[in-house]
């Protein structure tokens, strides 16, 4: 018989992965990172190359039989099938961001099943954070003062906080009925999956995203959010983000806490 991990060995193993990733990625920020464009003009460097090869290798020695789906894998041409489970891997999300020298990128690591976020980790290297929740499990966030229990929140009186892509413009969302006629106290302008982290521990309260995103963007900080009391949804019609779409590309959603 094939031994499989249990789902919360996986989630540690990815958290560990992270961890180990954001320490790579510092160090190549620290020593001088080489930046280019890729085919879609988004921004790459060898530290998303360097994170990348160590995720894959860890996941994919932990069960070879689970594909793992990675954003420079698919845009080198390298995309194993993958149907009822499989990994979604951004191994720096935030690109931008990390080249103009700012703390909050983000390591992404996330497992589907069925189209569903089961568990996910997000690593903000810079700020000396992993962030790891999954399905009945919960929300824990790690840093030097250890692992501490995370939940999303419902919007105080004084109103929400929203976090907004920093380079993406044309956020202004049309509120979902739980939140409609809440005032807003406070909006900040964030990048990477750092804003998923926000709504997570309870600081912020909505994040909307009109702009192209994929998958692997969404898949870990979807599983923290959710395992945390909140929700990501279709700006559509509503319904919960899904994963396995056809060219791994997500429609425009928005991220809530505790409704």
């Known amino acids: 018989m094939t031994y499989r991990p249990s789902d919360e060995a996986l989630l540690h193993l990815a958290a560990a992965l992270a961890d180990r990733a954001g320490a790579l990625i510092l160090d190549i920020r620290a020593r001088g990172m080489s930046v280019d464009r890729k085919a879609d003009r988004s921004l790459v460097t060898d530290a998303d190359a360097a994170a990348e090869a160590l995720i894959l290798d860890g996941l994919r020695r932990a069960d ?11 845009a080198a041409g390298i995309a194993p099938d993958a149907e009822h489970e499989f990994w979604l891997v951004d191994p720096l999300d935030g690109t931008r961001d990390f080249v103009a020298g700012l703390d909050d990128f983000a390591v992404n690591i996330g497992l589907v099943r069925h189209g ?8 903000v290297p810079a700020l000396g954070q992993v962030y790891l929740g999954m399905k009945d499990f919960g929300a ?13 929140r419902r919007p105080p009186p004084e109103g929400m906080t929203l976090v907004v892509s920093r380079f993406h ?16 106290a406070a909006t900040i302008p964030m990048g990477s999956a750092a ?13 909307p995203r009109r702009g192209r995103t994929m998958e692997w963007d969404t898949a870990a900080p979807q599983a923290l959010v959710e395992a945390a009391g909140g929700h990501v949804c279709r700006l ?8 396995g779409k056809a060219g791994w590309e997500n429609p425009g959603f928005f991220c809530m806490g505790r409704s």
Do not use: H, M, N, S
Request: proline content about 12%; overall charge negative.
């Open 64 to 74: 070879p039989t689970v594909p793992v789906i990675a954003e420079e894998e698919q």
């Open 116 to 123: 569903e976020p089961v568990l996910g980790v997000v690593g």
């Open 140 to 152: 824990f966030r790690r840093d030097v003062a250890g692992e501490t229990p995370i939940t999303a």
């Open 169 to 184: 413009g044309d956020w202004q969302p049309a509120l979902p009925p739980a939140l409609a006629g809440q005032p807003t």
């Open 195 to 207: 804003k998923f982290c926000r709504i997570a521990e309870g600081v912020a309260d909505f994040y």
């Open 236 to 243: 559509d019609d509503g319904t919960r983000l899904t994963y």
